[in-house]
């Protein structure tokens, strides 16, 4: 199997969740890292035993094959663009690029250069989401009707010392939290067809509660509120509720409803949790993730293997198949996501340009092979 260099663009506070679990995975090994604050990238290198680069002499770098993109939102276009210009394959953090027309524009760019996009999230690869996809694929609870998910709580500013961008323009819960909910439900049942949505933001400004700037007011000016009905191909109807400004709730992660019965999904934000099926006139019953090596906790009593993604990328480039964590699924969230907050300031039916085929189930034997051995 073939090792690839991997170069991380950005030294934020992902960048050490990167570093950290890369060494867990066959095929990849993470090389020189760069940002624009050269002090970051140094320290970065000096705790994970890397070298330091510019960015321009990352993406230069003959020992470096993918480029994974950890900056900020607003930057992921402009740094892939670089990456795939400069003869790199390119792995993004989520979201991939903030509209249609950029990744179509990167797409487009990768095909014509020959390499390959992929984007987080990577948690629908985990134990319990791949346990709930083979459920709903031997069709025990019949065809998928309808569902709920919801990710909501009151935001960042209470622990992180820089939540500004949260609250801008390519923040927002439906752009950062978003991912995975949609990701996950994309390889659950399918593409979106269509969907409509409402949005409002509930505080004008917010109070950072955390760190040198505590106390200090930053102003909101995305929807932090912001709730969607979503159509799929495939006739399933989900309601999605999203919203950074709700003090508590007891609204279950994901529930999707079929014909023959109801799975209940835990938070698609992480790779573990319990998995139940509900069939008619029984009660709850949890659905086995068959030992999947990512359903296994191996950080503060939870699994986190986020490089997993990355991981079957670099795999299925030296294989020659496609990875799981694609571009063309990559794509389709991000139109269903800025298609949401459209909806949301206009209240149009928007129906999806986009669409893309489920990525293919993780077995727990294809889960073994991407992980080191020792």
Known sequence: MTTLGIGIMGCGNISAAYLRLAPLFNGIEVRAVADLNAEAAVARAEEFGVRAETPDGLLSAADIDIIVNLTIPAAHFEVSKAALEAGKHVYSEKPFVLSLEEGQALLALAEEKGLRVGSAPDTF??????????????????????????VMSHGMEAWHPNPDFFFQPGGGPVLDLGPY??????????????????????????????????????????????????????????TMGTSWDVWAHRHPNMELYGTGGSLYVPDPNFFGGTVEAVMPGKDPQTVSDN???????????????????????AQAIDAGRDHRCNGELALHVIEVLTGILKAGETGQRIEMQTTCDRPEALAPDQAAALLQTT
């Open 291 to 313: 030992a999947h090596p990512f359903g296994v906790p191996n950080q503060d009593g939870r699994a986190n293997y986020r490089v997993s993604g990355l991981a079957d990328m």
């Open 125 to 150: 690869l985990g134990g319990a989401h791949q346990a709930a996809r083979a459920k709903l694929d031997s069709g025990d609870i019949g065809t998928v009707v309808g569902g709920t998910c919801h």
């Open 181 to 238: 909910y949609v990701s996950n439900l994309v390889q659950l049942i399918g593409p979106v067809k269509t969907l409509t949505a409402m949005s409002s933001a509930g505080f004008k400004s917010r109070t950072i509660g955390n760190g040198p700037r505590e106390g200090e007011e930053i102003p909101v000016n995305t929807p932090t509120n912001i709730h969607a009905i979503l159509e799929f191909a495939s006739g399933a109807i989900v």
